[in-house]
């Protein structure tokens, strides 16, 4: 068999444009499952640090004292959602405690906000400085408002003193696949590139078709403004999309993109050394389909799935040279299911050069080499 040839290096992103927290960007001559990849893990597997609040035997957020009217629960979803600026994940966050302690001594409503969350180093015993402090939890770049946490009523009595609250909490490495808290986007999304030449040629079209018809001018505009936001979107280019990023604040756009693709690149190494050291589950397939087998992929959705799909497809199935499949397809049969499976059929009496076992190995180790060729291009874009 002919070994498949490495993606040679080039770039994937036609066009960027940064407008404030915002970055469009167009990805172009890739598959819509590479696209999908990419967003998903932005959306999903970005690693930050957080407040791990729920389920409760997990809580890492110990409540000492809380007189206030939003109950410990409450409270715990409104710290978790906090964001957490740190992006060093190689510091010793684990001897970091965030302390949040106020009382109302006064006689008015007030608010305990970031602004008062104080950090200590438990190793030194001492605290951040108020530099550090508000880098970590910096105000809005817009408003200069720090992030409300909660309110504390002031004292009714001398016997009713004003309301307090006293929390500890501790960091940990969190992703947003598990919580949507611990996000890092407050928008990633894409759509397919419209083409604009082919709009155009159609839109004319209709044009003199409406022309030929006597129909009036304004009514020839709004059936054209009507048709470009709806049917003229139709038109679009093969295999090119346009991407709409913002962050949240943690990380730039840059960064997010290239952590994506690092994390991306870092499953489909560890897919690769899977199939390299044996440890990928592969059996003969329950079908009627021949010379079938199932690749049984452990912590594998369809964010590596489809990509990996798509490569042997492409590679194995599509291409003249190395023509040696007649199906293959992935599937994850239940969302909680924390396996997926791709199925591989071969050709009767194509040249492999050793057993189908040993051939779905060796495509997969190829279809994981060349996906990760894309996405290291991809973060080049975005150094």
């Known amino acids: 068999m002919a070994e498949a040839k490495s993606i040679s290096k080039v770039s994937f992103i036609n066009s ?7 970055t469009y960007f167009q990805v172009a001559d890739v598959n819509y499952s590479v696209a999908n990849a990419l967003r998903r893990t932005i959306l999903s597997d ?43 994940l190689s510091s010793d966050y684990r001897n970091l405690q965030v302390e949040i302690h106020k009382k109302n001594e006064s006689e008015s409503l007030e608010y305990v906000t970031t602004e008062d969350f104080r950090i200590k180093d438990l190793t030194s015993g001492s605290y951040l400085s108020e530099t550090a402090t508000r880098r970590i939890f910096p105000p809005d770049p817009i408003t200069e408002d720090y992030i409300i946490f ?21 960091l940990s490495l969190r992703t947003a696949a598990e919580n949507s808290a611990f996000n890092v986007v407050s928008t990633c999304a894409y759509g397919m590139t419209v083409d604009k030449v082919e709009q155009d040629r159609k839109w004319q079209e209709i044009q003199e078709k409406l022309i030929t018809e006597d129909t ?12 470009y936001n709806h049917e003229g979107k ?30 991306l690149v870092n499953q489909l190494i560890e897919l690769s050394n899977k199939a390299q050291q044996d440890e990928l589950d592969i059996e003969k397939s329950i079908s009627t389909v021949k010379n079938s087998y199932d690749i049984k992929l452990k912590n594998i959705d369809y964010t590596i799935g489809k990509v990996i799909e798509y490569m042997l497809h492409e590679k194995f199935y599509k291409s003249p040279d190395t023509n040696h ?9 239940h969302p909680h299911d924390d396996y997926s499976v791709i199925r591989m059929s071969f050709i009767d009496g194509a040249d492999m050069g050793g057993d189908m076992i040993s051939m779905c190995k060796q495509d997969i180790k190829l279809a994981c080499k060349l996906c990760i060729d894309i996405f ?8």
Request: proline content about 5%.
């Open 16 to 22: 960027r444009k940064d407008n404030g927290d915002v």
């Open 46 to 88: 970005i690693p930050i640090l957080g407040f791990k609040t729920f389920p409760h035997s997990e809580n890492e957020a110990n409540f000492i004292k809380n007189t206030t009217r939003l109950n410990n629960e409450i409270l715990k979803q409104r710290l978790s959602c906090i964001p957490v600026h740190i992006k060093d």
């Open 150 to 170: 909660c309110r504390l009523k002031p004292r009714i009595s001398a016997e009713v003193p004003g309301e307090e609250i006293h929390i500890d909490a501790k």
């Open 216 to 227: 009036p001018k304004d009514r020839v505009e709004l059936v054209k403004q009507n048709w």
């Open 234 to 263: 139709r038109n679009v280019l093969r295999d090119s999309f346009d991407f709409t990023l913002e962050t949240i604040g943690i990380y730039n756009n840059n960064e997010i993109v290239s952590i994506a693709c690092d994390v």
């Open 325 to 333: 499949l007649s199906y293959v397809g992935f599937i994850k049969n």
């Open 376 to 383: 290291k291009d991809i973060k080049d874009d975005f150094a």
